[in-house]
């Protein structure tokens, strides 16, 4: 089945830096990459999602990349501010014939130090 | 986004006692429903996989015969914890995703905290 591996598991930045956070996957069926924020208590929302034939997709300070090849995609966080804080889940999902399974990384403690 | 529904939001049994989660999908079809337990400061653990009028596919340790999952309905998939221990005392969360658009995000509930005594 599907391993996805994430790191780091935690991750202090500065306000103003950036934040990056890397994600590798094992079953080269996965063909949909969503990210997740998960602040405390509350339900994981959708931030930012890559599909397999998208090498990189940018939404305002957020972006994500995919090398299908090496089997890794990354998180981008730009000019991080406190809001920020929070878990971050990868996911990699392989949907394909009305078959889906959806496998999670870990999770990225980010903190942002004001 | 869609919204998904999932109640309650908090529960306490007592053990050996069975308690039922449902999820429910307000504005959409929700083809495919996931169920994950979360244990503190741990990643989402996907239970299993259930798919309107099929049987859900569990995943490789989860007894099948303790979380009974019915998806009954396009809008409506339940969790049933039996005879709960203390040991099941988590955060169980739902998520659903449609197939009307392919490869899309699954949307989650807000989840639920057992806590068994």
């Known amino acids: 089945g599907e391993n996805v591996e994430q790191h780091p598991s935690t991750l202090s930045v500065q306000e103003g830096d950036s934040a990056v956070i890397k994600c590798t996957y094992s079953?080269?069926?996965?063909?949909?990459f969503p990210w997740y924020k998960q602040e405390l208590g509350k339900r994981p929302q959708l931030i930012i999602d890559?599909?397999?034939?998208?090498g990189e997709k940018k939404d305002q300070r957020i972006a994500v990349t995919l090398n299908k090849t090496a089997k890794h995609f990354s998180l981008h966080i730009t000019e991080t501010q406190p809001e920020d804080s929070a878990v971050y889940f990868c996911a990699a999902k392989e949907e394909s014939g009305g078959y889906q399974k959806v496998t999670f990384g870990i999770g990225t403690k980010l903190q942002v130090i004001p | 986004g869609a919204v998904v529904s999932q109640h309650p939001s908090r529960v306490i049994c007592k053990s050996g006692t069975s308690v039922k989660i449902e999820c429910r999908s307000l504005d959409f079809q929700a083809t495919t429903m996931f169920w994950y337990r979360q244990f503190p400061k741990q990643s989402l653990m996907l239970m299993a996989t259930s798919n309107e009028g099929s049987k859900a596919t569990y995943e490789q340790g989860v007894e099948k015969d303790k979380f009974l999952i019915n998806h009954a309905s396009l809008t409506l998939s339940t969790l049933t914890v039996t005879s709960a221990h203390p040991e099941d005392s988590s955060f169980y969360i739902c998520?659903?995703?449609?197939?009307?658009?392919?490869?899309?995000?699954?949307?989650f509930g807000q989840g639920t905290r057992l806590t068994v005594v």
């Open positions: 998520s659903a995703s449609g197939h009307l658009i392919p490869n899309t995000e699954a949307f």
């Open positions: 890559i599909r397999s034939n998208v």
């Open positions: 079953d080269s069926a996965s063909n949909y």
